[in-house]
Antibody, heavy 117, light 110 residues
Framework: EVQLVESGGGLVQPGGSLRVSCAAS????????MHWVRQAPGKGLVWVSR????????LYADSVKGRFTISRDNAKDTLYLQMNSLRAEDTAVYYC??????????WGQGTLVTVSS | QSALTQPASVSGSPGQSITFSCTGT?????????VSWYQQRPGKAPKLMIY???NRPSGVSNRFSGSKSGNTASLTISGLQAEDEADYYC??????????FGTGTRVTVL
């Protein structure tokens, strides 16, 4: 089955760190650019970051630049988002999404990150 | 990059057609034909409904159609059905090589 499965979410204190993962299966992961998109409770979707198929190129939204790092392990078919210096406003469901020709054609079910003391 | 502007809510009766907009700028929708639309039901992941302004992925009903004029894209749902009730988000590629989502539109079937 073609799918993305996120994991690693949870409760973290402000200023803390967390790494979320996205395991891909059913398709050739190394051929696709991948993205992270987040959604705060009751709010809309917000694009966070993207990484090229070989991992050499990355891009971040201004709101997370310098704090978040996107990476991938093509040998393990896994995408990562390392989140440092977390703030209350980073509280959200984090989705990974596969990009095919400028569209997000496959999404994971999301993992909830809560930043609170 | 500011979010694309969508109406907060749109409603219609079963069988009716509704159209709602997604307004951006010359740095996104106005320049690129990489506009896509996503349906999100409560507690679920988004689902691709329209890509490249007006193309439907296989499996998506032909009741969904998209268009673009200038800096504004639009999504039309024809023959509205109860199952269409959901949140809808547009997105566009941007001149900074990133993506920007719309603010979202809640569709209610009366």
């Amino acid at each position: 089955e073609v799918q993305l499965v996120e994991s690693g979410g949870g409760l973290v204190q402000p200023g803390g760190s967390l790494r979320v993962s996205c395991a891909a299966s059913g398709f050739t992961f190394r051929n696709y650019w991948m993205h992270w998109v987040r959604q705060a409770p009751g709010k809309g979707l917000v694009w966070v970051s993207r990484i090229s198929s070989d991992g050499s190129r990355t891009l971040y939204a201004d709101s997370v630049k310098g704090r978040f790092t996107i990476s991938r392990d093509n040998a393990k078919d896994t995408l990562y988002l390392q989140m440092n210096s977390l703030r209350a406003e980073d509280t959200a469901v984090y989705y990974c999404a596969r990009e095919t020709a400028a569209r997000f054609d496959l999404w994971g079910q999301g993992t909830l990150v809560t930043v609170s003391s | 990059q500011s979010a694309l502007t969508q109406p907060a809510s749109v409603s219609g009766s079963p069988g009716q057609s509704i159209t709602f907009s997604c307004t951006g700028t010359s740095s996104d929708i106005g320049t690129y034909n990489y506009v896509s639309w996503y349906q999100q039901r409560p507690g679920k992941a988004p689902k691709l409904m329209i890509y490249d302004v007006s193309n439907r992925p296989s499996g998506v009903s032909n009741r969904f159609s998209g268009s673009k004029s200038g800096n504004t894209a639009s999504l039309t749902i024809s023959g509205l059905q109860a199952e269409d009730e959901a949140d809808y988000y547009c997105t566009s590629y941007t001149s900074t090589t990133s993506y920007v989502f719309g603010t979202g539109t809640r569709v209610t079937v009366l």
